[in-house]
């Protein structure tokens, strides 16, 4: 749901633009699309719990389930579940796997499963189970990579979870700004296009982009 605005202009053009949004569902991702839900994820309101902070890429991630509803969507990097989170709570009737080889945020995690039905914590690692998670839940339309955002481990998440996808699929990957990940951006293929407004960070993180079935 578009939040409300003072001015009847404004509220009119986001109006239009949901619209238009619903009108694209089903089609082949392309960056308008991208573009637009970004911009609706960075005026959305945050979730309002103080167990997970309030990042934009959040919502977008949100934004993106909303609007693709995939049957399974995959987190490579649990860690406090935010991400996991607004997945599930964009689309209830897909699941969510969140893989992570370590459980350390036990109220986050609890919080999440009583909120969304729909989210499994995968306890294990995002490169050598990928074909036990598959096998268990299908394959994913969306994977948000998020682990140690290192140009090796992005590279091979990336290479492996690629012949996994399901059709129309979409891979996320955040914080760029870091050593090595500009050099991953840059071999990852087109279509693909950087979203860095939903992540400014720190100095040593922020940055985020999308990569998509072409
Ligand atoms: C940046 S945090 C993830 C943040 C999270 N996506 C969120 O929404 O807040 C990175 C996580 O990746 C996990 N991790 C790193 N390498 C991994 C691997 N090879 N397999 C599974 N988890 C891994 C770490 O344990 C850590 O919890």
């Not at 619209?19 to 960056?31: A, F, P, Q």
């Not at 087109?190 to 999308?210: I, N, S």
């Amino acid at each position: 749901m578009i939040s409300g605005s003072d001015e009847p202009g404004i509220e009119l053009s986001q109006q239009l633009e949901q619209l238009w949004l619903e009108s694209t569902r089903g089609n082949i991702m392309n960056k308008s699309i991208l573009h637009a839900l970004a911009q609706q994820a960075l005026t959305d309101s945050i979730y309002p719990s103080p167990l997970f902070p309030p990042s934009p890429y959040y919502r977008f991630l949100k934004r993106l389930s909303e609007h693709l509803q995939p049957r399974v969507s995959v987190v490579l990097g649990v860690c406090g579940g935010g991400c996991c989170l607004h997945l599930a709570l964009g689309n209830p009737q897909g699941r969510v796997v969140g893989v992570d080889f370590a459980y350390d945020h036990d109220e986050q995690i609890k919080h999440i499963y009583k909120a969304c039905p729909n989210f499994i914590f995968w306890h294990g690692d995002s490169v050598f189970d990928v074909g036990q998670i598959v096998s268990d839940f299908g394959q994913p339309q969306i994977v948000f990579v998020d682990t140690t955002h290192t140009y090796h481990q992005t590279m091979t998440e990336f290479n492996t979870w690629r012949d996994y996808l399901a059709d129309n699929w979409i891979m996320c990957f955040d914080d760029l700004f870091r050593p090595g990940m500009e050099q991953a951006w840059n071999e990852l293929p087109e279509p693909k296009v950087r979203l860095d407004a939903l992540h400014t960070g720190a100095e040593e993180g922020g940055g985020f982009g999308v990569v998509w079935q072409g």
